[in-house]
């Protein structure tokens, strides 16, 4: 069975502890041994099974070149003790294995580990805010629709968009955003832009979202320094002053001529001991249990780097604000602590970057089900995040803008008729309510007639309408509404009266016409000499 990458998903965590079962057993050489004049057949040793996991974990890319063969005797601890294998005698679960020459074989059947049931969730996160719905306790039946007004330009207008003029609009209603709603918003899109990034159809078997608080996610991205930290609105679940003063002290450490604290042998020794003391006693991990599997499913995603730092800088916006802002100040220590030149050795045996992966990687990241291989999970993850800590742990920009582009559009929503020249915004909302077909006709018959007929009078009177433009429009009144027309022009001469004829000019006379035509032509003196 050959070693695959175990991409993001649901239940990465078992699969991962089921393959590594399964290429366990196939692969793992046994042979005879011997132990106090008896002999063993199909067995091995435990520094043989620490040698040959170690090559394998090493060499599978799920983990990494970066597991130790501490790493690798923790994970066969917890193979004794779940019974992948046993001991020649076939005695499991409490025993200790250490690294020596005792003599260990695997039980007949080798259960796996099950995939955990959660309750079903919708595949909805969470259903963003519509303006149309009603507040709640209201009644859409008796609403009262509010009566708008209408001119002749108004409705002149309004007719363009019924015959195809201007393109006609969907009418809807807004109502003041409330701060349950924003945080609505943000929790539901954070989530979409989660599930988007790790290609899942849904975050249902990944996380528990009912434990997602929106209100963390909007403090982690506002309550900041500066600096991008966290800034706690509760300061009794800030840092003790001695382990900050400390992570201080090592995170700048500088030439032993300018520290101020007094100085000894192994001085920076004892200061990174209070450290990893304070934070290997934590209650919870830093990136808590409940997070765990999108954490875990994350790390399928570290092939393509930049979606996986995109993934984690989600997935640390859902940690409560102290946590977030401990892990900051953590990765930003273990971060200076391995580029400090000057920093001497905090133990012997090891480089600075393995003992900050070994020291702190169980505080980060760890798992309530001992059956997990959450030790070697936890170091890949640290060895990420310290990489690329100042990436992971800024708040996605694109993401922050889309929420603010949606929630200012949300609140500057109006209604608006195309084409008029004005807007209306309706003070209450307006509903539809179905009605009879016959109920229908008799409304459509009576119940418009009044308003329509005062619309009508109001296009003769209008003084500012050219001759032109009013027989237009009662042109397209009269195709529109002919019962209405022919009531206020039931004959064709009612209509003439409206647009009388001009009289005609009289011609007038020329200037060269005689006062008297009948008088008799009389010669003139000419003035010719």
Known sequence: MEHRIVGPGPYRATKLWNETVELFRARMP?????????????????????????DLLRCNQNFGPEVTRKQTVQLLKKFLKNHVIEDVKGKWGQEDFEDNGHL??????????????????????????????????TSQENIPVRPVVMNSEMWYKRHSIAIGEVPACRLVYRRQLTEANVEEIWKSMTLSYLQKILRLDSLEEVLDIKLVKSKYIIHNVYSVSKQGVVILDDKSKELPHW???????????????????????????????????????????????HLFDAFVSVLGLLQEEKMAIEAFQVCCL???????RKLQLLMRMMARICLNKEMPPLCDGLGTRTLMIQTFSHCILCSKDEVDLDELLAAKLVTFLMDNSQEILKVPLALQTSIEERVAHLRRVQIKYPGADMDITLSAPSFCRQISPEEFEYQRAYGSQEPLA????????????????????????????????????PTPESEALLFPEK???????????????????????????
């Open 243 to 289: 382990v900050l003063s400390a992570m201080k002290c090592l995170a700048n450490w500088p030439n032993c001529s300018d520290l101020k604290q007094p100085m000894y042998l192994g001085f920076e020794r004892d200061v990174f001991k209070t450290i990893a003391d304070y934070y290997g006693h934590l209650k919870e991990p830093l990136l808590t249990f």
């Open 318 to 324: 859902l940690l409560p604000p102290e946590n977030r």
């Open 454 to 489: 005062a619309l009508l009078e109001e296009v003769i009177t209008d003084t500012k309408l050219s001759r032109k433009e009013k027989k237009k429009k009662l042109k397209q009144f009269q195709k529109s509404y002919p019962e209405v027309y022919q009531e206020r022009f």
């Open 503 to 529: 009289p005609k000019p009289k011609p007038q006379l020329l200037m060269w016409a005689l006062k008297n035509p009948f008088q008799p032509f009389q010669r003139t003196r000419s003035f010719r000499m």
């Open 104 to 137: 260990y074989r695997f039980p007949p059947s080798s259960p796996l580990k099950p995939y955990p049931k959660r309750p079903p969730y919708q595949k909805d996160v969470i259903k963003f805010p519509e303006w149309n719905d009603p507040q709640p306790g």
């Open 30 to 54: 046994l042979r005879k041994h011997r132990c106090r004049f008896k002999s063993y057949e199909q067995c091995f040793s435990a520094a043989e099974a620490v040698d040959w996991l170690h």
